[in-house]
C-alpha cells in the first residue's frame, strides 16, 4: 500500500504558450508499508491536437492538455471556450490573446457572439430509472 504526502504544485514552462486548463505539475512524497519514501513527479497530460475557430477563420495547432480537450468537448467547441472560459479559468497567455482577438473580430464583423451551450446535468444514481424494476413491474 502507498500513501502519499505533501503535494506542492508548480506552473508548468509551456503552460503560457498552450491550453492546459489550470492543470499544474505536482510534487509529492510516496510513503510505502515500509514507510520508506521516494520523492514522485506527476506531469500533466500533454497532447498536441489541431482546432479550428470558425470566427477567426483559422486553424491552431496547440499543446492542450487532456482537461483541457475535455473542457473544449463541454463547451461546446474551441471557440464557445475560448470565448465564454474566465481569464482565471484559462491561465494561459495564448488563450487571453485568442479571447481578446475573437471579440474585436465579431465587433468588427458584426458577428453574434457564439452562444454558451449549456449541457443537461444527468439525475442523481438515486432518481435514475433501472431498466430493471421496468422488466419487473410489467405484468402478463
Not at 12 to 35: C, E, H, Q, W
Not at 59 to 87: E, W
Request: proline content about 5%.
Amino acid at each position: 500500500m502507498v500513501f502519499l504526502t505533501r503535494l506542492l504544485c508548480q506552473r508548468p514552462k509551456g503552460a503560457d504558450f498552450g491550453l492546459y486548463a489550470g492543470v499544474d505539475i505536482m510534487r509529492g512524497i510516496k510513503v510505502t508499508f515500509s514507510n520508506k519514501k521516494t520523492k514522485k513527479v506527476w506531469y500533466p497530460n500533454v497532447q498536441r491536437h489541431t482546432y479550428y475557430s470558425s470566427i477567426l477563420g483559422v486553424k491552431f495547432d496547440l499543446r492542450v492538455t487532456t482537461q483541457a480537450m475535455r473542457c473544449i468537448d463541454k463547451a461546446g467547441g474551441f471557440d464557445n471556450y475560448i470565448y465564454h472560459t474566465p481569464s482565471q479559468k484559462l491561465k494561459s497567455k495564448l488563450g487571453d490573446y485568442l479571447k481578446t482577438e475573437m471579440k474585436n473580430e465579431v465587433k468588427r464583423r458584426g458577428l453574434t457572439p457564439p452562444v454558451q451551450v449549456r449541457r443537461i446535468q444527468r439525475p442523481p444514481r438515486s432518481q435514475r430509472h433501472d431498466s430493471t424494476q421496468n422488466n419487473n413491474s410489467i405484468e402478463k
